[in-house]
């Protein structure tokens, strides 16, 4: 992968939908989500915007450098399925006779469950760093998207807006700067709470040579029959980030430093 290029152009994504779903791992009956936006994710919403095909190379996008700042956690919605044949019939199984029909599931199996996670009423800030080229052609694609867009999964559209523009600087230099993207609803809340604070520590999740911790959703590929990843190393922080709101003079903030409960209202 390639280093991050500190004086290179920084893309600013606002992901925010109704659902979010970000899967790194998880098969077959069971999908879950990570609480955050994975880079395989950010990657496949660039990849798409730009009209790549699965077969597509990504050598480029993989290796821009990602920061993610929770603006707003959100909380997680199971969605809970079951599968039967109307006629009463056992289900199929994924298997196929030498004719290419589907075998009857052995024992037979007359219900299938599947369990979906998603994120509901999340909002992250995205920060995609790379050269300044491509970060204003993946701009101009995210404005003007060749395929339709999803957050994770193809269900979960993103809100509007998505792109909030290009800034310049390293990934948390442009993270802390940017103001809180939390919904109306959440801020008003939050600022009842907390006097109106002019700043508020959210977490982040950046890209770093010299991370702690290893993740391997890096995408080489999305080919159907050979989706592949690599790993990238990051590290977490807290970001003072502006409200937005005026100070109430009348009532000082209640908080002071870091709070990693305040967003969940605790």
């Known amino acids: 992968m390639t280093p991050p290029d500190h004086t290179a152009s920084v893309l600013l994504l606002r992901l925010a939908a109704p659902l979010q779903s970000w899967g790194d791992r998880s098969t077959f009956n069971r999908r879950e989500t990570r609480p955050e936006p994975t880079k395989s994710g950010v990657v496949g919403l660039l990849a798409a915007a730009t009209g790549r095909s699965r077969y597509a190379a ?10 993610i700042r929770i603006d707003q956690p959100g909380s997680i919605l199971r969605d ?9 019939r056992p289900l199929l199984s994924s298997a196929v006779t030498a004719k290419g029909l589907q075998k009857p599931t052995s024992p037979a199996k007359h219900t299938h469950i599947t369990q979906r996670f ?3 009423d999340a909002v992250f800030l995205a920060a995609v760093e790379g050269p300044e080229e491509l970060i204003t052609t993946l701009e ?11 957050l994770g999964r193809r269900s979960c559209v993103p809100a509007q807006p998505l792109a909030l523009g290009q800034r310049t600087g390293s990934l948390e230099d442009v993270l802390r700067a940017e103001p809180w993207q939390a919904t109306p609803a959440v801020r008003k809340r939050w600022g009842r709470e907390n006097g109106n604070a002019a700043h508020i520590g959210l977490p982040a999740t950046l890209d770093d040579p010299a991370g702690d911790e290893v993740r391997d959703d890096v995408p080489l590929s999305f080919a159907p029959t050979s989706r592949t990843f690599t790993t990238r190393r990051t ?19 209640t908080t002071g430093g870091h709070d990693p409960f305040a967003l969940l209202g605790w």
């Open 58 to 67: 990504l050598d480029d996008l993989a290796g821009l450098g990602l920061g």
């Open 80 to 88: 809970y399925h079951t599968v039967s044949d109307y006629r009463g």
């Open 118 to 120: 998603y994120l509901q």
């Open 140 to 150: 101009h694609a995210v404005r003007h998207p060749a395929f339709p867009l999803a």
């Open 235 to 253: 590290r977490h922080t807290y970001l003072e980030a502006p409200t937005g709101l005026t100070p109430d003079p009348a009532r000082p903030p």
